[in-house]
């Protein structure tokens, strides 16, 4: 199991500058229309790779960037903690409690991925390569599709019985399977 343990955002969307402790357990995550609950939603996603700027409900990857005042800040960044359970962190030699993910975005689009972790109090960053974090995701299990949307919600709610098990199968990354299974079949 993956324990995700705490959120920080910097100049993400609405947030300027939040850090969100996940307590063990159920989250709710409640406030008024517009307050920023979904971007809460999309910083994680941002993380865990989503590479389509309107599935962050963005025009262009530069607009999860705060825009204050009239002014873009110059970058974005999203970091979620994990605790290093199953050592997982230990193929990058880091013994560390928790370690956090982090994915940097800059006005030009460009971003980075870095893993954030405590060495006697010392904050330790390390650069990862696309292929390093694509392993990483598939060790922690987060590669696929792990959030219900907002929209798909509304979806699943209107649409009729057999409508609602293929969406279902589709999140759950089941269509998936049952499409290699017919597949099989066939040959
Ligand atoms: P609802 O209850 O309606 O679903 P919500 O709490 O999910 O609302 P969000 O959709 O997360 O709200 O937040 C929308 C707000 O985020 C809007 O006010 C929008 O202007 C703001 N926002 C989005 N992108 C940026 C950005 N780049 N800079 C500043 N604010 C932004
Ligand atoms: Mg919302």
Redesign the pocket.
Known sequence: MTTLEKIELKNF??FKKLSLDIPKGFTAIV??????????V?AILFVLGKTSAKKL??NKFS??????NGKRADFAEVCIYFLNENDTFKTFNINADRVGILRRIKKSGESNYYLIWKDNDKEKRRKMSKQEIIDLFRKLGLLGNNVIS?GDLLRIINVSPIERRKIIDEISGIAEFDEKKKKAEEE
């Open positions: 969307k609405s406030g008024p229309n517009g307050s920023g609950k979904s971007n809460i999309d409900r963005a607009g999860l960037i705060t825009y204050h907002q």
